[in-house]
């Protein structure tokens, strides 16, 4: 059910979940006195479950991301006829009409490339909120009257926005990912590609991905709009890429039909490595794409490449211990983000920490990629029989320590890592899963990896 004409003001919404996301809802409801109820069968709420109540007695659903949309509650809404919002549909009808969005989404990377849009404006001083699935709520910065909305967004929020117009947007990239939640990967891309949907100035793609063109191909954008598009070689018209060591500009400015403008130099990218990986341009690349779209400069885009630093969880070198790199990148939580991870490293020189709830996921492709790099791995999920199949299947010579379940969990498997870990190697907390099986998410997660790598030295 999409976006039906319906006076906010005047409407009796019902809320689903009262995590941060419904709490965040609730308080923007409770602002602007709009009548609301909610429903959480594990918080405290109005109700405990959809079929507990009458959906003819509110115009507007808004739900959480831990409802799926084939889920029973969901088909109960769409059933009664009832509106079905996600948080980022509710910001976008209360947000402040000369505040321009941009929307990133992909499988991975969306984090680091809305904060090097963030750093960008920074350096530009534009008044600006780096929001969505990032941390912030986007109902509580939308009507902030800031003059650029930075949003990272979910699939999950994707699937029931329906109105939103950026003014610029980017699919980074699609891959398994949330296969439970959306039951198939058709509908996990159709979600995704909702994010180029009435997009109004740039539709912003990576050039080398067929399939991600073609969602920009397929989009109903705004007229006037233009598609974008980003690689690591040099760019055609209209694209921004790599020559030798700069990162260049041909796409936006009176010279992009001949000239290649310096917006940045690799040394700028952010790496734990010598030399930054692939995806670490791509990102910055898209960030960059995005911010000449508002027409920031190439010195302000340059600027802010330089200065942005990656938040913690996310390739975060915790410490060297007689020889050995630990790396937390707990926030690797499907096998497309912890095969980018293994660029940088060399063959048989990886001790790798992984597992946890796969979401749908398989790891055959994985496995097959990180092979060479990886001295031993360390399983820790509470159900990790997926990886560790792919593992016997395709790296079967590589040692395999499975870490039982329990409160110590990361503590055993930081040990038993640094027993199998030789100097010059990396220890990488690299899960290519999901967190919730031992842990309070992938923020937890991290910090207990980092705990206990602390923990050897003493």
Not at 58 to 83: K, N
């Amino acid at each position: 059910m999409g976006c039906l004409a319906v006076n906010l003001a005047d409407a009796h919404v019902l809320v689903l979940g009262r995590g941060v996301t419904g709490e965040a809802v609730v308080e923007c409801l409770e602002a602007r006195g709009i009548a609301y109820t909610t429903v959480d069968a594990h918080a405290p709420a109005d109700f405990s479950r959809v079929a507990d109540i009458d959906c003819s007695d509110y115009d507007i659903a808004v739900v959480s991301p831990g409802w799926p949309p084939s889920g029973p509650d969901i088909a109960a809404l769409q059933d009664a006829g009832l509106p079905v919002w996600s948080e980022v549909e509710l910001a976008w009808q209360i947000r402040d009409p000369d505040t321009a969005w941009i929307v990133v989404t992909g499988t991975n990377g969306k984090t680091s490339t809305v904060e090097i849009l963030g750093a960008i404006a920074r350096e530009a001083q534009i008044s600006h909120a780096v929001v969505g699935n990032v941390g912030t709520p986007v109902v509580r910065e939308a009507a902030a009257g800031h003059e650029l909305l930075i949003v990272e967004a979910s699939s999950f929020q994707l699937h029931f926005t329906h109105s939103m117009k950026p003014h610029a947007s980017v699919i980074l990239n699609i891959a398994d990912d949330h296969l439970d939640w959306h039951g198939s990967f058709a509908e996990y891309r159709r979600a995704k590609a909702r994010v180029y949907k009435d997009t109004a100035v740039a539709a912003v793609y990576p050039a080398d991905d067929p399939m991600i063109e073609q969602c920009v191909r397929d989009a109903d954008v705004q007229e006037g709009c233009r598609a974008i598009g980003y690689s690591l070689g040099p760019p055609a018209v209209s694209q921004l890429g790599v020559v030798e060591d700069l990162l260049v500009d041909r796409a936006f400015g009176q010279e992009r039909r001949s000239t290649a403008i310096e917006i940045g130099n690799l040394v700028d990218v952010h790496s734990t490595t010598k030399n930054p990986p692939g995806y670490a341009v791509r990102n910055a690349l898209a960030a960059a794409a995005l911010a000449r779209s508002v027409g920031i400069t190439p010195e302000s885009v340059a600027a802010g490449i330089r200065a942005f630093r990656p938040g913690k969880h996310r390739g975060e070198i915790v410490a060297a211990r007689d020889g050995v790199t630990y790396i937390n990148n707990s926030k690797a939580t499907n096998p497309h983000a912890a095969r980018a991870t293994f660029e940088a490293h060399s063959e048989a020189s990886v001790v790798w920490i992984a597992g946890g709830l796969a979401k749908g996921a398989r790891y055959d492709d994985l496995v097959t990629a990180v092979a060479s790099q990886l001295r031993a791995v360390i399983l820790i999920g509470e159900d990790s029989s997926e990886l560790s199949g792919a593992l016997a299947r395709h790296a079967p010579a590589i040692p395999l320590t499975r870490i039982k379940p329990g409160k110590t969990v990361m503590v055993r498997a930081v040990a038993a890592a640094a027993d199998s870990a030789r100097a010059g190697d990396t220890v990488l907390m690299c899960p290519a899963s999901a967190s919730m099986d031992q842990f309070d998410g992938y923020h937890d997660r991290g910090e207990k990896f980092s705990q206990a790598v602390e923990a050897l030295a003493r």
